[in-house]
C-alpha cells in the first residue's frame, strides 16, 4: 500500500507536484494520467526516496519512506521513465544484479530470472551484451529489473513509451498479473487508453496538481451519461456558443477555431437540430465523430486542453 | 558485505568485457619502459615504437594548430610521428595500413569549441594494428579535453575575438589580437615552466650522468648497477596506477548518468556500499594488474621476490587511496567532461612531477623536492625503499593506519554527495 499525503516539491521556481494525496492499495492498479511535465516522475521519485519532499508525507507498506527508508524501500520494485540497465553487462547478468540487489538469493534467481527474461519475451537474446539490443528490448529489460524479485509495491513509470503494440499488451497482462498476486501498483502514463483499460482507479495530474480522481466510473460520471460529439471545419468562437444556448443538456467541452466538442444527452436524436444551429451560426461543419465519454473528454473538460499536445 | 562484493563482481564483469581499455592502462607506461630502454638502453638506436598519425585540418584554426602543436612537445615527441596530409589521400592510405590512425579536424572544429557547441573529431585507425591507435585515441582525448580546458581559462578573450570575428564582418581588431597573445603568452609561460620542465634536464643528465652534483650522483654511485628499465620501472608502475585510478573512478560518472545509481538508490543499500563496491572492484583490478607488473619486473630486473608482496600490497594502498580521492572530485564534478578534464589536471601534474615520467634521480633538486612531497611521489618513495628492503616498518604501518580513516573519510564524503546529487542530472 502506498499513502501519499500533502506531497510537495519544488525545484527553485517550479513547483513539480503541490499538495497531491492519495492512497493505492494492494491488489489493485492505481493510475496516475497527465500529460508531460505534470509531475508524474517527480511523484515517483519522492516515493521511492530519490527526491526529498519540500512537504508531506509518504508511507510504503505503513513505513515512513525518509525515516523508516530500509523497511519501506525493502518492499520497492522501481521501473523509472529513463533506461537504468548496465548496457555493457547480458540481460541474464543486468537481472541476476538488480535481484541481488533487492534481496533474492543465488537459488530464488537461478529460478526466477530464466521466468522473467521468459515473460518479457528476451530469453533468446538473454547472453548477449544489452548494447546490442533495440530500444523496445532495452525497455522491456528495464521492466523485467524492477519486477524481477516480487516486490509488494510497484512503481512504473511509463513503461510502454517505444515498446511494439504486441510486447506492449504483453507488459501490460504482465503488469496485470502482478496485481492480481497482491502487488500494490502504481503506473503513471501520458495514454488514456492504457489508463483506461489497465487500471482500478487513477488521478488524473496537471500542473503538479491532482484535477480529478476516482474509479474509471466515477470519473465517467464526471460527465455526466452524455455522448460526446466532435466536429471539425470552421467555427466561429461568439456565434456559436450563441446558437447552441437553447439546446439543453448540452454542454460546449472545447471550442477552437477549426474544432468543437460537445457533450449532450442523446447525440443521435439531437443531431439534427445541433447542425441546424451551427449553420444558423455560419459555421461549417466537414466531420462528425460521436464517442462515448472518456478520460480524454474529461481531461479536456476539466483542462480546456487536449491530453497530447 | 554480500551487496558490497556483487557491486564489484558486477564491475569487475563490466571490465572483463573492455579488455583492450584495461590494457590501455598498462601499455602507455609499458611502452615508455620500452622506448626508454631501448633509447637510454644499449645504445642501440634501432626499433622505437610510433604512432605515424596522419593529420587533415580542414580547420587551421588556432585550437586545431595547439592540439596538433602539442602532440609535438614534451614526451609526446618521440611517441607521435604525425604527417599533414589531405582527407581522401589519409583514407587511401589508412585503408593500405599505411599507418597507425587518421585524424580529420572538421572545418569548424575551432569556432564551434570556442562557441561550445558539440564538435567531434574523426579518427578513422588503421585495423591491422591494435595498440597503437587505441593510443592514439587515449591521447588525442585528453588532448582535446585539454584544449577545451585551456578555451575555459582563456574563455573570455577568446570568445570576445569570436564575436568580433563574426559579427563584424572586418575581423577582429589589432588591438584585440595584441591583448589575445599578451593573455596567451603569459599563460604558456607558466604552463610550461610547470608541465614539461624536466625534458631538457632529462636530455643533458641522462648522457652524462657522472657530472651531477648533489645528492642524484650519490644515489647513483651508490648503486652502479642500476639498469635503466630498473630506474624508470617504479615510477611507470605508479604512472599506470594513476591511469587506472582516473579509469576507474570515471566509471561514476557512467553509473550516474545511466541511472543505475539512481536505481541502486532506490534499493534498500546505501549508496556507501555501491561506492564501496565500486572500490573493492577497483582494488582487485589494480591488485592483479600490479602483481602481473611486479612479477614481469622480477623477472627482467631481477628484484626481490620476497620484498614484492609488501611492495605489492604498499602500491595496491596507494591505488585505493587514490581511488577514493578521484571519486569524491568526480561526484562533485558537474559533468563527465569536467570530471574528466578535473581528474586530469590533477593526475597529468602528479605524474610528471611526482617521479613517474622522469625518475627523481635524474631530476634537478629544487623539483626531486617538490616531487617527494607530491602524495604519489612520497608513495613512490616508501614504494621503492620496500623494494630496495630499506623501508622502515613502524612507519608505514602508522601511515596505512592514518590514510586509511583518510580514505573512510573520502568515502562518506562520496556517499553524501551521491545522495543528493546522484538522482539529479
Ligand atoms: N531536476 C529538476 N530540476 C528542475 N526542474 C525539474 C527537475 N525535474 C523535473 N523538473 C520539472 O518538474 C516538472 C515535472 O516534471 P516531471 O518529470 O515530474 O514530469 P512528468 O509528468 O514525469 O513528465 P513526462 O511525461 O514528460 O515524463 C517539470 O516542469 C520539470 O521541468
Ligand atoms: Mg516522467
Redesign the pocket.
Known sequence: MIEVKGLR?E??E?V??DDISFTAERGSIFGLL????????????CICGLLEPTAGQVRVMGHDILRESIQAKSQLGVVP?ELAIYEDLSATENLNYWGAACGLRRKELKERVPEVLELTGLQDRAKEPVKHFSGGMKRRLNFACGVVHHPAVLLL??PTVGVDPQSRVRLLDLVREQAVAGTCVLY?T?YMEEAEKLCDSLAI?DH?KIIAAGTLPELRALLGERDLLRMSGVFDKTAVPAALAELETLEIIQLEDNALTLALGSAPQMLNRVLQALSSSGAQVRETTMNQPNLESLFIKLTGKELRE | MNFIWQTALKDLRRRMKDPIALLMWVAIPGLMLLLFSVVFGSGGESVKPQVHLLVADQDNSFASRLLLGSLGQGPMVDLFKTERIEEEEGLRRIEAGDASALLVIPPSFGEKLLKQEKTKLVLKTNPAQRILPGIAEEVLSVLVDGVFYLQQVLGTPLSEMVDQATIGNSGPSDQSIASFSVTVNQLMTRAETFAFPPVIKLGSEAKRPQEDAGAARAEETEKPSRSIGELFFPGLLFMSILFMGQGLADDLWRERSGGTLARAMTTRHSVTRVVMGKLLAGVVIMSTICALALVAGAFLYDLDWMRMLGSLLWAVFTGFLLLAMLMLIQSYASSQRTGTVLTSLIIFPLMMVGGSFFPFEIMPSFLRTIGRWTPNGWSLTIFKAILAGEAQIPMIGGAVVGLGSVAVCLLLLTARRLRRTGT??
Open positions: 516539491k525545484y527553485k517550479i513539480a507536484v497527465g500529460p508531460n511535465g505534470a509531475g508524474k516522475s517527480t511523484t515517483i521519485g521513465q513509470d511509463e503513471t501520458h495530474i503538479g | 539529479g542530472s
